[in-house]
């Protein structure tokens, strides 16, 4: 069979600051033999789903710059988690027709997942026994999912009374880390890039509150929203906001840091300096950063606890789906400028399997 059209997603340039469609981030067709392409021991997937996560923004930097994740190449598929149909497989953990979700894979319209990297590509079966929308499985059933009960679980240890700060709040992670906080009995105040989503959370998620920090400076509005103060911190931002909820954090509250949104754009001179960091000793703050842990048996107890919530509807989740491959510049450009609103998804394919 002779190679057919395989569009694919491009990293082309590392960028300066942003992220720039056509210049940094362009499709291009990247033709693929389904019938011959060597898979030494892996699989081939047609791709529905692709998720945009701000850890790809990690991604795209200088080779020499050491971090939890390796560079993107230069003029090579962005990766991030897909989920697909097996087309073709060389093991047997997978057959074709097999509808599989992997946590990193080329993002193209056919993507090759080569044996000795399906263990490190994190692939497994869906299983989605509630007949969920699948492509929560790259959002509040997925990595974002994952991050939000590990680290309000592990790290922030909720208790029933106790007030909590969610940054980011309408972002994949916030919204679920709200949810699971309101069911445990918080209080929780989320923080917004706008009115919509301010709306969003409190109307539609059940938060308790919840602020513009664009508007209302943070430390205004903790003072507004929790004047005896809060226990936990979900930090997804770092900068400004983190240092208003230092100052708002009560004696041993807790700080979960897995991201710093605020600062991902600003070289290293220009970024914001915590003030309030003498606070952590004085009021036996515990503040600690993590990486999601993806290991099988943790997220399937994320999932154990979250899908059946979904499917009863008393857990929501908002997707900002860009549909067609060839808008997938834009479409990841958007979540690094607030302009998407909800979990960033892109629609590469129509769904072609039960």
């Known amino acids: 069979m002779a190679p057919i059209s395989n569009q694919s997603f491009i990293y082309k340039k590392i960028p300066d600051i942003y992220l720039v469609p056509g210049e940094h981030l362009v499709v291009e067709d990247r033709p693929l033999d389904l019938e011959t392409a060597p898979l030494d021991g892996g699989i081939l997937i047609k791709v529905f789903y692709a998720s945009f996560d701000p850890y790809i923004r990690d991604r795209t930097r200088e080779p020499s710059q050491d971090d939890f994740i390796p560079p993107l190449i230069v003029d090579s598929p962005v990766e991030s988690a897909v989920i697909g149909r097996v087309l073709r497989s060389e093991t047997s953990k997978y057959q074709p027709d097999d509808l599989v979700m992997a946590f990193a894979s080329p993002i193209a319209e056919y993507a090759v997942i080569k044996g000795g990297l399906l263990e490190l590509a994190g692939v497994w079966k869906v299983e989605n026994p509630y007949g969920l929308d699948i492509s929560y499985f790259l959002g509040v059933l997925g990595m974002p999912g994952a991050t939000a009960y590990e680290g309000l679980y592990r790290i922030g240890q909720p208790k029933k009374g106790e007030t909590i700060l969610v940054s980011a709040a309408a972002g994949p992670v916030g919204q679920l880390v709200g949810q699971l906080a309101k069911a445990e009995?918080?209080?929780?105040?989320?923080?917004?890039?706008?009115?919509?989503?301010?709306?969003?959370?409190?109307?539609?998620?059940?938060?308790?509150?919840?602020?513009?920090?664009?508007?209302?400076?943070?430390?205004?509005?903790?003072?507004?929203?929790?004047?005896?103060?809060?226990?936990?911190?979900?930090?997804?931002?770092?900068?400004?906001?983190?240092?208003?909820?230092?100052?708002?954090?009560?004696?041993?509250?807790?700080?979960?840091?897995?991201?710093?949104?605020?600062?991902?754009?600003?070289?290293?001179?220009?970024?914001?300096?915590?003030?309030?960091?003498?606070?952590?000793?004085?009021?036996?703050?515990?503040?600690?950063?993590?990486?999601?842990?993806?290991?099988?048996?943790?997220?399937?107890?994320?999932?154990?606890?979250?899908?059946?919530?979904?499917?009863?509807?008393?857990?929501?989740?908002?997707?900002?789906?860009?549909?067609?491959?060839?808008?997938?510049?834009?479409?990841?450009?958007?979540?690094?400028?607030?302009?998407?609103?909800?979990?960033?998804?892109?629609?590469?394919?129509?769904?072609?399997i039960e």
């Not at 709306?199 to 005896?228: C, M």
């Not at 958007?334 to 609103?341: E, H, P, R, V, Y």
């Open 185 to 352: 009995g918080l209080r929780v105040i989320g923080s917004a890039g706008s009115q919509a989503k301010v709306d969003y959370v409190v109307n539609d998620l059940g938060f308790d509150a919840a602020f513009n920090y664009k508007t209302e400076a943070p430390g205004a509005a903790l003072q507004r929203l929790a004047p005896d103060g809060i226990d936990i911190f979900w930090d997804g931002v770092g900068g400004p906001l983190l240092d208003a909820a230092l100052a708002a954090m009560k004696e041993r509250g807790r700080v979960v840091s897995c991201g710093t949104m605020a600062i991902y754009h600003d070289k290293p001179q220009d970024m914001y300096g915590i003030k309030n960091f003498w606070l952590l000793p004085n009021r036996q703050i515990k503040m600690e950063g993590f990486i999601v842990d993806l290991a099988m048996d943790k997220y399937e107890a994320m999932i154990a606890k979250v899908a059946p919530l979904l499917a009863s509807g008393q857990f929501k989740a908002l997707q900002d789906v860009t549909v067609g491959i060839e808008n997938a510049p834009e479409g990841l450009a958007a979540i690094f400028s607030g302009k998407n609103f909800g979990k960033g998804i892109l629609k590469v394919a129509d769904l072609d």
